[in-house]
């Protein structure tokens, strides 16, 4: 697979907002200036592996960027799909009601989608603001207790969502592309998110083995912005590698 996609459930149109509220953090106020980067439509960067997994874990940095558009968002995520089924976790920062979440802030969130395109689980919790640029883990991975399925894990200081694992039975266990993947819909000028790092990328074998990714993305597709490259490749003994992504008005390196 090479072209861009995103989960199932972003769609976003076009506005401008003087104010935009963020539930569990400081309301935050702006001035309009005119914008350099027009992201309304979305700009997205990922890259992806190709090859039968069971699961994924990535540890990244957690944004908080000011949303200037009023149907806009960031979003930072793992996700793994098998044709139309999908599991999804990550960050999104919303600035309506219109985005994966459905209301306005800073959320954790996970996402299922089965084979017949259905949602099977959607949840989102708040971004502890002690959480904001603080490296957590993200995983998704199989089981197989009654009849089985996928299930969810978020470790950060808090253990705010997830930490002891969100179950979905009904979900395929097998994927054959796994992403790590940043989108943003919004427009504004100079930089929306700074260096940023994506570290201990591990997949899960079909035998339920966990190993640290030791190769480069199969695929990497940029827009700059998002600004997505490699510090560190993945090779054996590096543990996973070391990427960075951020949101800048030029240039392809934060």
Known sequence: MKHLRL??????????SL????PGSAARAQTRIPATVNCSTG??????WDDWV?????????????????????????????????????????SSTTGGCGKK?????????????????????????????LDVTFQES????NGGGMFFKITDPGNTMCSTGC????MGTSYNIIFEQEGVYDTWTGTEVALSGWSKSQYQSTTGVWTYQSRNFDFLTTSNPPQMYWHTVPAPGNNGGLLYSCDKETGTTC
């Open 54 to 94: 069971k699961g994924g874990i990535v540890k990244f940095t957690v944004e908080d960027p000011l949303i200037h558009i009023s149907n806009g968002s960031f979003r930072r995520d793992l996700f793994m799909i098998n044709g139309t089924q999908e599991v999804d976790i990550g960050i999104s920062v919303e």
């Open 142 to 145: 199989y089981f197989t207790s």
């Open 43 to 48: 700009c997205i960067s990922n890259g992806e």
């Open 19 to 22: 104010l935009v509220v963020f």
């Open 167 to 170: 179950f979905v039975s009904g």
């Open 7 to 16: 989960p199932v459930l972003l769609t976003f149109c076009l506005a401008i």
């Open 105 to 133: 802030g800073d959320w954790f969130f996970a996402e299922a989608v089965n084979a017949l395109g259905q949602v099977l689980f959607l949840k989102c919790v708040g971004i502890p603001l002690q959480d904001v640029g």
